[in-house]
T-cell receptor
Framework: DSGVTQTPKHLITATGQRVTLRCSPRSGDLSVYWYQQSLDQGLQFLIQYYNGEERAKGNILERFSAQQFPDLHSELNLSSLELGDSALYFC?????????????FGPGTRLLVL | QKEVEQDPGPLSVPEGAIVSLNCTYSNSAFQYFMWYRQYSRKGPELLMYTYSSGNKEDGRFTAQVDKSSKYISLFIRDSQPSDSATYLCAIFTNKLIFGTGTLLAVQP
């Protein structure tokens, strides 16, 4: 168990809908990362927050947004969902934000868009 | 050209075999290389981390970076059924860039 929790574990929704994925980092970790894992694209970095501020951005669609709250938990909002958004979404956390920081991954949220 | 390319596998070996997992990368400026292991229905976990060139050993695992050929490898000695997982190479720039993963099955 990495200490990172994600809810919900599974989510089934319809195209056009909006969902929110939640992540609680390990105790003491200030940095949160979101990743998308799909069969065709592999594991792709979406966005990183450090202590409430956006730190780095990857291949995140404009329909997706994230935030990190004062208690350091983070939410990833996915809107106007398309079939292609079906994937595993992982949250990871690390103590700080540099290259030397080990990222600890949560168990993921499996999203199915029908 | 993708920044990181990984042999897709899958790879099936008998217990006790030496396993070699490989990736290539495109940018010679990359300095930080990682290997993650992902069990089925779990999140990835960091196995090994290497800076620049050379080898790093941790128990049965050895990570190797050859910067001249832009090649990174993970060797697993005396492989065990519990090593059966997907192995992902990754490069850190200001973000982690992952290879597509190699599915390894170690047969008892």
């Amino acid at each position: 168990d990495s200490g990172v929790t994600q809810t919900p574990k599974h989510l089934i929704t319809a195209t056009g809908q909006r969902v929110t994925l939640r992540c609680s980092p390990r105790s003491g970790d200030l940095s949160v990362y979101w990743y998308q894992q799909s069969l065709d694209q592999g594991l792709q970095f979406l966005i990183q927050y450090y202590n409430g501020e956006e730190r780095a951005k990857g291949n995140i669609l404009e329909r997706f947004s994230a935030q990190q709250f004062p208690d350091l938990h983070s939410e990833l909002n996915l809107s106007s969902l398309e079939l292609g958004d079906s994937a595993l979404y992982f949250c990871a956390s690390s103590l700080a934000a540099g290259y030397e920081e080990t990222q600890y991954f949560g168990p993921g949220t499996r999203l199915l868009v029908l | 050209q993708k920044e990181v390319e990984q042999d897709p596998g899958p790879l099936s070996v008998p217990e006790g075999a030496i396993v070699s997992l490989n990736c290539t990368y495109s940018n010679s400026a990359f300095q930080y290389f990682m290997w993650y292991r992902q069990y089925s229905r779990k999140g990835p976990e960091l196995l090994m981390y290497t800076y620049s060139s050379g080898n790093k050993e941790d128990g049965r695992f050895t990570a190797q970076v050859d910067k001249s050929s832009k090649y990174i490898s993970l060797f697993i000695r005396d492989s065990q059924p519990s090593d059966s997982a997907t192995y992902l190479c990754a490069i850190f720039t200001n973000k982690l860039i992952f290879g597509t993963g190699t599915l390894l099955a170690v047969q008892p």
